[in-house]
């Protein structure tokens, strides 16, 4: 007879319990939706503060990559005497300094487009050096180099492609 109180107390305190365990799930679950749903909005509230920025990022490295084609080099960064080497450290220093003017703004592209981009600067100093060797004057330089790009897309070219795609699809 020392059970049948106890029982009594259990079955008064069993659905209080499930009742309990029920509201202790569907607030949790409630309170875990209502954080995820903040989330997203702070998260697109920042997308959308931050497209502008990433927009004027990939715009600034495609007038780098555009500066640093060799056609566009070329016509811009004329030599001043015959001298190949100096010609070509004015190129290289050139490239290099147009580069480090947009250092920063690989924090708002991929990695992928940045190493792209990088490849395209490293790959077109390669050309201007590995030509310089074979020249005789500035100007020869300058027709090398021309003829070198003349059947081929350049590097600076092949990497503005990317860019634009890149960019076609934050859209």
């Known amino acids: 007879m020392e059970f049948a109180p106890v029982l009594n107390y259990f079955a008064y305190l069993l659905p209080a319990i499930v009742v309990g365990v029920i509201a202790y799930y569907f607030f ?11 989330r997203y909005l702070i998260q697109k509230e920042a997308q959308a503060q931050v497209l502008p920025t990433r927009l004027q990022a990939y715009e600034r490295m495609t007038l780098f990559l555009e500066r640093i084609d060799p ?7 004329k ?25 920063t703004q690989q ?18 100093m390669q050309v201007v050096r590995q ?9 020869k330089l300058r027709e ?7 059947g ?3 590097p600076s070219q092949k990497a503005l492609m990317y860019v634009k795609k890149e960019v076609a699809e934050l859209f």
């Open 152 to 154: 081929e897309v350049s």
């Open 28 to 38: 949790k679950g409630h309170t875990a939706n209502e954080e995820g749903r903040r």
């Open 131 to 139: 030509t310089a060797m074979k020249a005789e004057t500035a100007d």
């Open 79 to 103: 030599p001043f005497s015959d001298d190949v080497e100096k010609y070509e450290e004015t190129l290289i220093k050139n490239i290099e300094q147009e580069f480090d003017h947009n250092l």
């Open 144 to 150: 090398a180099i021309l003829n070198h790009f003349m």
């Open 107 to 124: 924090i708002y592209l991929t990695p992928e487009c940045w190493n792209l981009i990088n490849a395209a600067k490293n790959a077109t």
């Open 71 to 77: 056609n566009r080099l070329l016509i811009r960064v």
